[in-house]
């Protein structure tokens, strides 16, 4: 397989001059698409990614709401705060940074999140929407990925190794927030290339036999 750089800031910069254009058409028509980001406590990384994404926002003409609660907010708290914006018209999308403290439960604010909000795709039913390769917002690692190999548009085999050479980065990452859903992005790129899903075992074997088999596919592992 000959070395190809992927152009990730490329692609960046070509997407938001298309959600600045997009951005722009909602305005005229009196929205203002706004993102509302949940930090919780004042773990420095997720500081980062918080202030990242709401700079993004600003470069593509979105407004962004910063929620910062502190560290010692429970889970009861966390979740009203998740009603409140899932009640508010006026904000368009709900990020929840991970990780949360760990009085925290997770998964259960997660899923408060409405499906209409969930921009990360970290809900349930968002996760299987975009597994059935229905309307959803795709979870954020799996989608960025898929996105930057179908811009450089790479041939079907070379662009499975690829995804899953990123797969093994990633490894030690969070299997529900990355790992799965890379599994059900690829299961949906052989879709879109029409190939067999034994083509696509072979080209994949080497790779996903060195996983622990908890985390593998059910369709890998019976096979």
């Not at 058409?25 to 990384?45: H, N, R, S, W, Y």
């Not at 996760?127 to 390769?133: A, E, N, T, V």
């Not at 980065?169 to 859903?181: D, L």
Request: contains cysteine.
């Amino acid at each position: 397989m000959v070395s190809q750089i992927l152009d990730g800031k490329k692609l960046a910069s070509e997407s938001e001059k298309e959600i600045l254009e997009s951005v722009l058409v909602l305005k005229e028509k009196g929205v203002i698409p706004t993102l509302a980001t949940i930090l919780v406590g004042d773990d420095p990384a997720s500081e980062t990614y918080v202030r990242m994404k709401q700079e993004t926002c600003k470069r593509v003409g979105m407004e962004s709401l910063a929620i910062n609660l502190p560290k010692e907010t429970s889970t009861e708290e966390l979740l009203l705060k998740i009603d409140e914006l899932n009640n508010n018209k006026n904000i368009h999308g709900i990020l929840l940074q991970h990780p949360v403290p760990n009085q925290i439960n997770e998964r259960e604010c997660f899923e408060r999140i409405s499906i209409e909000k969930d921009v990360d795709g970290v809900t349930c039913l968002g996760f299987g929407r975009m597994s059935m390769d229905l309307s959803a917002y795709g979870s954020c690692t799996p989608a960025g990925i898929m996105r930057i190999l179908e811009f450089c548009d790479l041939p079907f085999e070379e662009n499975c190794l690829r995804f899953y050479e990123t797969e093994r980065a990633v490894k030690t990452a969070s299997s529900e927030q990355v790992r799965k859903p890379i599994y059900s992005s690829s299961v949906n790129l052989w879709r879109n290339y029409e190939h067999k899903l034994s083509d696509l075992i072979e080209i994949l074997e080497p790779v996903l036999r060195e996983l622990p088999q908890e985390d593998q596919p059910k369709s890998f592992v019976s096979h």
